[in-house]
């Protein structure tokens, strides 16, 4: 690699159904002259990556595009990996339809999950629908790129890196999430409050990360030479504050803000245990059992639950997309101007190019960066990304509280990662068992737990259902 | 110490105001040749000392014992101590109305307990009451007789013993606890069952343990040569054993049978996870969320709830009994015939002075025994007891499922003894979040927590409530 | 299995050219009237196997026999491991000349070893040779006795069973050395001496025993009530004890009694460290440094190097035996009497056959026994033999300086593993440098280990050579 | 702290009668305009402290200066410390008598050390005499300025940081060392010689660093996006680079050169282990023991052995010094320019003020950053400084030899350690013995142990000398 001349990279990008994760790596890419090269997509769904390659194309000869990558579809993902340097891995595990059954069959034995992408009885369904899809990818991204570095997007992000690493320890693969970017915004308004300044980007707050996708928490926090910790301790007195929000609720579901909330869960952690979490309040009410007793308790603190009915409405834009693109009566994507995405995934192939420094979050084995939990399950901390290498951050030790709270996730997920590459119905059984949000009589958790397996029976061969 | 003549020891006996521990001891000692000696008994209602002492005179006098021990009641515990080689404690944690609000209070939240003094709201709330009583004879111990064996009785067992350890880490002390014997027993019918044998004796039943004080389990069971795991696989498939046993609990209701069960759920663990539990259902059934979740729920198990009132006239008649003796009215007490207790006490002493081998099971520091399970948690497994030394054995580790939920209560214990050992009413309250059966509102747990805290107000100096 | 009448197993005997412990075995057998059965022996010398047979029959048909049991030589090892209930591994890695090099080449490089069968150059040579043999037999138990118990004499004890359980994980294999006995022994002499009582037997001995085979420790030790360590304190103190011991070596050598010594190192270890050694001074002597530093500072404490003709001399005479045998000239073994060998091995089987209990020590990997030294490392200290189980005894903690020793030597046990099974020369001269015995220069070390490869050629396929 | 302004700091200077590093530190000080405040000086020799007033008027005082610091001489350390925020801790631990003990009495048993200020018994001696002062100061820091940050400087480093840790366990220390430095150096002249281009300055050589102080490596290295790995492995095989240096040796010897060396030894180490030594070869050197075998050895390499009476005659050179000013004939310290030392002390106090942001080597209690040894350990790694925060980055594991060589002295340290807090010479002695370096008889050693001890004995107050 020279210094000035752009760099030849060639990049597989998996999955990206969803288009938006795509398009944001693309415009990214398109803004960032040290890169060129080829993209190669690929979709279990063939016109799905063919409609990216129609965005691609728009997005790299758009006249403000600063470098050029070559865009196209390929018919296996053998051949998307084929010389890869970065692997992009961002699949939807199954058809919608099952995500709604993720949501849908827990809350008929009164189990409530605002997400039920990542944890809870939710969460365990689509990792178990996941895990054999990534063993494969980890397998053949072995096989064919064993050098490149795989990115993972993908919901349950935890089990997802976990199963990569599971099947082939040797894989340099890490998982990344913007969630904990909201908490940043949410101290650079502190900032601006009880500082008096004008209110700071999100890269100027100084954040410790500890915990793992979507329980997150940041046990310390800065901004330029500012200890942000007695502004939190000052902002949770505020009057009125801990009222209750279920006005607020009721309005967000009535407009269909599915995604709103105040935040109020994130800081209730700061006021019971001493940290603030670092998660949306839908992710973090996921992880214990005292907020989701109830769609009302979890209204009270002004969140909502997303109905399937919404995720399933989705679907169906996608499918008409497709749809229309078949009977050749889809536009070519139009692109006024290319905007940055504000995510970090082109920072970070900058960084491991040698060709920048970046610190940040990022999803990896414990390699210590988090010594009071298990070695080798997958958390979220700070890292260095550097020449070829990621060096998470040792970061500052969770209170004891919080820990085994993150600590009881980690054992569910490890269940459910051994039920998964076993195929074994006795421990996916335990894992729901173990999951903080199962406080149903074990004979109704057994006969919800046989629902899912059948409702997911399409993607659970050789489990004998 | 000679081969044949009896070895002089002294016993302190600290509190034992239950007297049904104290009688036993006294008797087994009573005939054992072994030993001669003094017994010094300590309480803080130095009546219920007094009354033992006149129990302890029969026992010694009766024609049928075999050795003398002088019996005398002291008025300070460090009078107890003086010389002492062997120390009981065996204590009631405050008066039996505490007890009672231990019940009462979660019950008014949901939460619902049948034993209610070892794990749960109510098991964390005595265990704060007792830490600090714990944390003084530890101390005083260690100061009087530093090389005494200290053998605990008194519940909670685990965080009895965690006490003494946390407060004088080299104090030699171990945890008694005869729960296991009754799985012994169920084995022993299961042998006279499927083989066709005369029932043998407990003691011929050869149980691996593992767990922590009454969430034990025998992850491997033989009988001279034979592998009890099949015999309990085949016997958890006999018809009917799984109906519905909710008429066999309100019939033990009305009649007062408190302590009744047909073992259902040790045998549900086996069912689930592949290990049989070993301790009594209404213990077992506290350490997880799924059996309380109501008392119909628990019914169909076979289990009934003990009531408070069941509690409070135990205590009244010991009441009455001590105000008879201050009356002068209580009669002396007559002992018919001396019969051993069954309990293994004396057998240990025996061991530790080196005049036998004894192999049993015991509360101790985790130093590798159970090598899943953090390093110095108190936990329950087989042991050797020799001269001066109780060495744990290494259990068959647990399925990871039950390791898992072990661990949970182990961290659940460990913030209850910071708590109880900083009087930190946070870390308190993370305990009682923690805890398995607090599946409620957080807003709601932390008014049921201040109403039981309030409730011990007297046994809680330094608090600051 | 019922309970009078006599079991029936098949036992596999690989290797036993030695003869030796073959014929202990067989003899133990013979007066166990609890077992009957088979006994398939292999060897890859079939003659040695069928020498085996000779002996076998004539014991079995001894008139003090109370048992019989079928022998025979087989021409695989899997024809004699079919159906075996249980699996004694003896074999000798190599013709004798190997070993002799074993001892030889290091001593031209200044390393003297009196036995170098266990650790130093040499027994990290013997090591090399032996794990790929010791792999192929983990497999081949696996796949056609994978339920036998498996006990291995072989040395170096420690990297056999290691191997073992590298290969498989799930076998259920153990090492069994008497060393011990000898310190048990040891003692019992002090209890005559010092508490003038007639020597107990050495069972009598209650001895904590901790380390890794051959470098082992008795951290605690008493017999009947007694606490031995006070006794052993007061020995050291006695007069003329430290004495110079040339003179004696000198004598034991000119004599050729190449085994003896006085145990002064066994002393100084408890002297430097606080702990009994547990082993042969000329085996404790070969894990550190210090003693070996020349022949006459070993000489002075009256140990003497073994020289490697006389274990080639010893090999002669085998070589013979088979000759004549060959020849048809050697008479049929005439056995007098049968004597119990005073070896444990056929009250394991008893014990794990579950017709008896058995407390002893025995090589196994950690699994928590040790809890300073790390899990998975195979260490020596007591267990209980029960029905299919062996539970090892949490040992009394060795003191910080003397665990650090033992710590190192697993260290290099796992360098040298790890280079036996990869076959990987830079490490296995890795942990020819980690040796405690290596203190000369770097490249001298190389040019040794070259030397020492190069001599084990012929049982290092696979190296490049 | 605003945003521009000079932020007031105050910083108490311990020691530094060494001057060297305190100048450095006044002069990298006064061209810092983000500062200004007060220093404060304290040496147990009143006047080496006044010496350093007058050194740092004339730096703050000189045209050069960007800022200003009140530079003054406190009679007591407590009159230092009060109010600081930045502590230095920069002591010489006794008189050079007896840092010429250190190296004189171990080689005249045969133990030779270049240095003798960090490991083998002249280390352990230095650690002996030095850990007490360390206990005092960590104890009066708590007392007086408790949220101060601690920078140790001397050496042996890693025992004084230990120390520090060992008494208070919340102190804010870490210790600084610039060895690594002239790896980085090194890498950047290869960068030179194999890329063709113009040698980058040490900050562009991305270094991972893992080890103990001057027992480090640099298991990774890039520059620019290259890999220099590649670049080391190629220059290994350099024509006559393993060549025997001893005429190079003796040359530097002859001309007092006494810190020179060719870095072989640091090759040597990737070499024979796969990974690059990265402290200079006279410290890498005394941590193994095949290089210091002889002297002759030694030289091979191009290493000599720095002699006593160079550390002496540098003493006295301070002491002629100290009776000039004594006398009044000493003249004003004159300072032509002030020019940056290069070190990194000031950078490190920025970004703690979290006025910058910092990445670089430092010395800490391993928190995870290097999972394979013991936590607690103080290790060397690189680290994140940010406002009131020291983050390690979790180092790329050492190759397994390595790592075991690190940890046998990480446990040597122990020893040194706890024989040091607890006034034991039975754990200092087994220190000595555990030493990679010590490998004469055990009574020599002994014999040695106590000269060593009777040289320390005016520092060694409790030990019963």
């Excluded at 799905?48 to 018919?75: D, P, S, W």
């Excluded at 502190?190 to 980007?201: A, D, G, S």
């Excluded at 920072?347 to 990896?364: F, K, R, Y």
């Excluded at 149903?440 to 029976?457: C, G, H, S, T, Y």
Aim: proline share 6%.
């Amino acid at each position: 690699m020279g210094r000035n001349a752009a760099v030849e990279i060639k990049i597989a990008y998996i999955g990206g159904g969803s288009r938006g994760w795509a398009r944001s790596v693309m415009t990214d890419l398109a803004l960032c002259p040290q890169f060129k090269g080829e993209m190669a997509l690929y979709d279990i769904e063939p016109i799905a990556a063919e409609l990216n390659v129609g965005v691609g194309q728009a997005i790299f000869q758009h006249r403000e595009a600063r470098t050029k990558f070559r865009v196209r579809a390929c018919k296996t993902s053998a051949e998307a990996l084929k010389g890869a340097d970065f692997v992009f891995l961002s699949i939807t595990p199954g058809p919608m339809r099952m995500f709604a059954n993720d949501i849908d069959i827990p809350a008929r034995y009164g189990i409530l999950q605002p997400v039920a992408d990542t944890t809870g009885p939710g969460g365990i369904s689509r990792a178990l629908r996941t895990i054999p899809t990534y063993v494969a990818y980890a397998r053949e991204i072995m096989k064919i790129c064993p050098h490149a570095w795989v990115i993972n997007y993908t919901n349950p992000m935890t089990l997802c890196v976990s199963a990569l690493y599971a099947a082939e320890p040797d894989i340099k693969a890490f998982g990344c999430c913007h969630e904990v970017f909201g908490t940043q915004h949410k101290l650079a308004r502190l900032v601006e409050q009880y500082l008096k300044v004008p209110r700071p980007p999100r890269q100027e707050i100084q954040a410790d990360v500890a915990g793992v996708n979507h329980f997150t928490f940041v046990p310390a926090a800065s901004w330029n030479g500012h200890d942000l910790y007695p502004l939190i301790a000052r902002h949770i007195q505020t009057q009125g504050l801990w009222d209750d929000q279920t006005e607020f609720a009721l309005e967000s579901r009535a407009r269909g803000r599915w995604f709103t909330s105040k935040g109020l869960i994130a800081y209730d952690f700061f006021r019971r245990f001493g940290v603030l979490g670092a998660a949306g309040d839908r992710h973090l009410a996921e992880f214990v059992p005292w907020y989701l007793t109830s769609e009302e308790n979890l209204n009270r603190y002004g969140v909502i639950l997303t109905p399937s009915l919404y995720r399933l409405s989705m679907w169906d834009a996608r499918e008409r997309d497709i749809a229309a693109y078949r009977q050749g009566k889809r536009a070519k994507p139009k692109i006024e101007t290319l905007k940055r995405s504000g995510e970090e995934g082109i920072n970070q192939l900058l960084a491991l190019a040698g060709l920048a420094s970046l610190d940040t979050n990022v999803n990896l084995p414990n390699q210590g960066q988090m010594p009071d939990l298990p070695l080798g399950a997958v958390v979220e901390t700070n890292a260095q990304f550097r020449k070829d290498s990621v060096r998470p951050v040792v970061s500052k030790p969770l209170p004891a509280g919080v820990s085994e709270l993150v600590r009881r996730v980690i054992a569910t997920q490890r269940l459910t990662l051994e039920a998964g590459l076993n195929k074994d119905k006795d421990l996916a059984f335990q894992a729901i068992l173990s999951d903080p949000l199962c406080r149903i009589p074990v004979d109704r958790a057994w006969a919800m737990f046989n629902e899912m397996l059948q409702a997911n029976k399409a993607m659970l061969p050789g489990w004998g259902l």
